[in-house]
């Protein structure tokens, strides 16, 4: 009971503080992608996969208190940070989910920055596509990032570096 | 004459509750209603199990799906025809992915889905890209016809104006199902002035913006979104028997891994089982088959699963309390020890519902670009975010209301003819 909200607060708790939904939703897709358990599904939207449950979701933990999330002013637009809260981790310590590599995963992912895990969760949306059709996708449809032949060869490369990290469940 | 600019001799007119009439010429939106795949929608109901709450709610998502067509035709037909913006030629890609938007969905949607971890939108590009009648008639128009049309489905299309006709924050498919709930369900909630939101809409660069003007419009239309899914989508009734639903389908998988032998076989369901449902499987299952098979099960040897079918078909459903899980979550884990010792698996009947497990889109400012906000165009030709000009939009998509219930068969806890300290116990946690 409460297991998909454990597994977000796994996350949390294994990655350390997130800046930004954009970066969080990255992050759990392509965690889900390489085959963590998330349960929360993804559509593609204008600025890639995006998750409506993820959203919902951590919105239900912070009205918990389990996540703390502070806003605030960055430039134009509001950013959000989150960190998981003393009682938060308390509930996981009763609630705990086995979800071996995730640390090592997302600890590495959080140290991306949001351009690139935005690349990379875009590649990874294609992935039943041709590694030309996936470029031609990247550069049509996110083609005000002008990302680079070069970046999307380093998330190929990620992604595969992410795999070889995950312990088959 | 190219397929594509074929019409039909006299237009065909389907009455409509909603839009009174839903409007045909185009040859291949007729022949595209009459494939089997789109005919299959009729045995789709558009809300699930909502029918147990609000009988009226037996509408189908080929209502819907006629309607979303619709209202994109009266869009580009009487707005957008003729303005510089407007490319004509993207109209018959543009009421093609309205009609078939929602293709993919199987019978009881998103319970369905949740429990056998399918994509409905991935059905919908394997049923246009597939070998079907629907990619028959599309491909009539030209090779990659089907291709873009299942493109714009899945918001992957360069076209990203007609992506956000369709499905975008104010969009034919919510206007479309937002009216026809509330006409279904009979509510006063989920009416708004669609007209008024279709003569305002304007096609810009790579999205729809909404005039100024029509500001006001859009605020109800916002208004309605928020009271249908507290007041239909997300009724404690509705969950409960979701939540039901939703444990059938786990207990006859999980008996069917067993090697639990069935009374009757639930052939219809075993590629879904085993993970591997080809596209031929899954246009076979409707609800229709789905509840012969409960009606069948009512009758299998085990209890979890014969009970579970019949308080489904007999609408006896599980009752609910409003549960909070930052305190009482210890007192959750206190419970399921003793359902367990009640002889009641806590796994089917002690179940917390959560609001994130109806995912409703609330209105997002996109903050942080994570969605493409709705955008007002100012006098003076520029755009601005609707919240920014609106003190209600503001409100409203400000700190957002979340919901927890926990369900559990209040029938059984209360029958004393067995574990009945045991019982008592749980009534006084529950405060029954």
Same mark, same amino acid.
């Given at each position: 009971?409460?297991?998909?909200?454990?597994?977000?607060?796994?996350?949390?708790?294994?990655?350390? #503080?997130?800046?930004?939904?954009?970066?969080?939703?990255?992050? *759990?897709?392509?965690?889900?992608?390489?085959?963590?358990?998330?349960?929360?599904?993804?559509?593609?939207?204008?600025?890639?996969?995006?998750?409506?449950?993820?959203?919902?979701?951590?919105?239900?933990?912070?009205?918990?208190?389990?996540?703390?999330?502070?806003?605030?002013?960055?430039?134009?637009?509001?950013? +959000?940070?989150?960190?998981?809260?003393?009682?938060?981790?308390?509930?996981?310590?009763?609630?705990?989910?086995?979800?071996?590599?995730?640390?090592?995963?997302?600890?590495?992912?959080?140290?991306?920055?949001?351009?690139?895990?935005?690349?990379?969760?875009?590649?990874?949306?294609?992935?039943?596509?041709?590694?030309?059709?996936?470029?031609?996708?990247?550069?049509?449809?996110?083609?005000?990032?002008? +990302?680079?032949? #070069?970046?999307?060869?380093?998330?190929?490369?990620?992604?595969?570096?992410?795999?070889?990290?995950?312990?088959?469940? | 004459?190219?397929?594509?600019?074929?019409?039909?001799?006299?237009?065909?007119?389907?009455?409509?509750?909603?839009?009174?009439?839903?409007?045909?010429?185009?040859?291949?939106? =007729?022949?595209?209603?009459?494939? &089997?795949?789109?005919?299959?929608?009729?045995?789709?109901?558009?809300? /699930?199990?909502?029918?147990?709450?609000?009988?009226?709610?037996?509408?189908?998502?080929?209502?819907?799906?006629?309607?979303?067509?619709?209202?994109?035709?009266? *869009?580009?037909?009487?707005?957008? %025809?003729?303005?510089?913006?407007?490319?004509?030629?993207?109209?018959?890609?543009?009421?093609?992915?309205?009609?078939?938007?929602?293709?993919?969905?199987?019978?009881?949607?998103?319970?369905?889905?949740?429990?056998?971890?399918?994509?409905?939108?991935?059905?919908?590009? &394997? *049923?246009?890209?597939?070998?079907?009648?629907?990619?028959?008639?599309?491909?009539?128009?030209?090779?990659?016809?089907?291709?873009?049309?299942?493109?714009?489905?899945?918001?992957?299309?360069?076209?990203?104006?007609?992506?956000?006709?369709?499905?975008?924050?104010?969009?034919?498919?919510?206007?479309?199902?937002?009216?026809?709930?509330?006409?279904?369900?009979?509510?006063?909630?989920?009416?708004?002035?669609?007209?008024?939101?279709?003569?305002?809409?304007?096609?810009?660069?790579?999205?729809?913006?909404?005039?100024?003007?029509?500001?006001?419009?859009?605020?109800?239309?916002?208004?309605?979104?928020?009271?249908?899914? =507290?007041?239909?989508?997300?009724?404690?009734?509705?969950?409960?028997? #979701?939540?039901?639903?939703?444990?059938?389908?786990?207990?006859?998988?999980?008996?069917?891994?067993?090697?639990?032998?069935?009374?009757?076989?639930?052939?219809?369901?075993?590629?879904?089982?085993?993970?591997?449902?080809?596209?031929?499987?899954?246009?076979?299952?409707?609800?229709?088959? *789905?509840?012969?098979?409960?009606?069948? =099960?009512?009758?299998?040897?085990?209890?979890?699963?014969?009970?579970?079918?019949?308080?489904?078909?007999?609408?006896?459903?599980?009752?609910?309390?409003?549960?909070?899980?930052?305190?009482? +979550?210890?007192?959750?884990?206190?419970?399921?020890?003793?359902?367990?010792?009640?002889?009641?698996?806590?796994?089917?009947?002690?179940?917390?519902?959560?609001?994130?497990?109806?995912?409703? %889109?609330?209105?997002?400012? /996109?903050?942080?670009?994570?969605?493409?906000?709705?955008?007002?165009?100012?006098?003076?030709?520029?755009?601005?975010?609707?919240?920014?000009?609106?003190?209600?939009? %503001?409100?409203?998509?400000?700190?957002?209301?979340?919901?927890?219930?926990?369900?559990?068969?209040?029938?059984?806890?209360? %029958?004393?003819?067995?574990?009945?300290?045991?019982?008592?116990?749980?009534?006084?946690?529950?405060?029954?």
């Amino acid at each position: 009971m409460l297991k998909d909200h454990a597994k977000i607060m796994q996350a949390f708790a294994a990655a350390g #503080e997130i800046v930004g939904r954009k970066k969080l939703q990255k992050m *759990i897709y392509i965690a889900k992608k390489v085959d963590f358990p998330f349960q929360e599904r993804f559509q593609f939207h204008f600025y890639g996969p995006y998750s409506e449950e993820l959203t919902l979701r951590v919105e239900e933990l912070c009205n918990m208190g389990f996540l703390n999330e502070v806003k605030e002013k960055k430039g134009g637009y509001m950013q +959000y940070r989150y960190s998981l809260t003393d009682e938060g981790m308390e509930f996981l310590n009763m609630n705990l989910v086995e979800l071996p590599a995730l640390e090592d995963c997302l600890t590495d992912m959080n140290s991306q920055n949001a351009r690139f895990l935005e690349l990379v969760s875009t590649v990874l949306f294609f992935d039943e596509l041709e590694v030309e059709e996936v470029k031609e996708k990247i550069f049509t449809l996110k083609s005000k990032q002008k +990302y680079t032949e #070069e970046e999307i060869q380093q998330a190929y490369e990620y992604i595969e570096s992410l795999k070889g990290k995950v312990v088959p469940v | 004459m190219a397929y594509s600019q074929e019409k039909l001799v006299e237009e065909k007119v389907f009455k409509d509750p909603v839009h009174r009439y839903v409007h045909v010429r185009d040859r291949v939106i =007729w022949d595209l209603i009459g494939t &089997k795949e789109f005919q299959r929608l009729r045995r789709v109901k558009q809300l /699930g199990t909502t029918y147990l709450t609000f009988h009226g709610a037996e509408h189908s998502r080929f209502n819907h799906s006629l309607g979303v067509y619709e209202i994109i035709r009266r *869009i580009i037909d009487d707005v957008f %025809d003729g303005r510089p913006e407007w490319n004509s030629e993207q109209r018959l890609l543009s009421l093609c992915a309205a009609l078939l938007h929602d293709l993919g969905h199987g019978p009881f949607s998103h319970s369905f889905e949740k429990v056998f971890d399918l994509d409905h939108e991935a059905f919908t590009q &394997k *049923i246009i890209l597939g070998d079907t009648q629907v990619n028959a008639v599309l491909t009539k128009v030209s090779k990659d016809f089907p291709k873009m049309v299942a493109e714009v489905i899945a918001k992957t299309s360069p076209n990203k104006l007609v992506i956000s006709l369709i499905s975008s924050q104010i969009d034919a498919d919510r206007m479309d199902y937002l009216q026809r709930d509330a006409y279904f369900t009979g509510v006063s909630y989920g009416h708004f002035d669609m007209e008024r939101i279709l003569r305002v809409m304007r096609p810009k660069e790579d999205q729809v913006v909404i005039k100024q003007s029509g500001m006001h419009a859009v605020e109800d239309y916002i208004m309605s979104r928020y009271q249908m899914y =507290w007041q239909v989508y997300f009724h404690p009734v509705t969950r409960s028997a #979701e939540v039901i639903l939703t444990k059938i389908l786990h207990r006859a998988k999980h008996l069917y891994k067993k090697g639990y032998q069935f009374s009757y076989e639930p052939i219809h369901f075993y590629s879904v089982f085993d993970e591997n449902i080809t596209l031929h499987d899954y246009l076979k299952l409707d609800e229709a088959v *789905i509840l012969y098979y409960f009606q069948m =099960w009512e009758e299998e040897e085990d209890a979890i699963l014969r009970d579970l079918c019949i308080r489904f078909m007999d609408r006896n459903l599980f009752k609910y309390v409003e549960f909070d899980p930052a305190k009482e +979550y210890k007192k959750l884990s206190e419970l399921s020890t003793l359902f367990t010792k009640a002889g009641l698996d806590p796994e089917y009947y002690l179940v917390v519902d959560s609001s994130s497990d109806l995912p409703y %889109d609330f209105y997002r400012p /996109g903050e942080e670009e994570e969605r493409l906000p709705i955008q007002l165009l100012m006098k003076n030709g520029e755009v601005r975010e609707l919240s920014r000009e609106s003190q209600i939009v %503001d409100a409203i998509s400000g700190k957002r209301r979340t919901d927890h219930k926990l369900y559990f068969p209040a029938d059984l806890l209360k %029958d004393d003819s067995s574990k009945k300290n045991i019982k008592k116990q749980i009534r006084n946690l529950l405060d029954l």
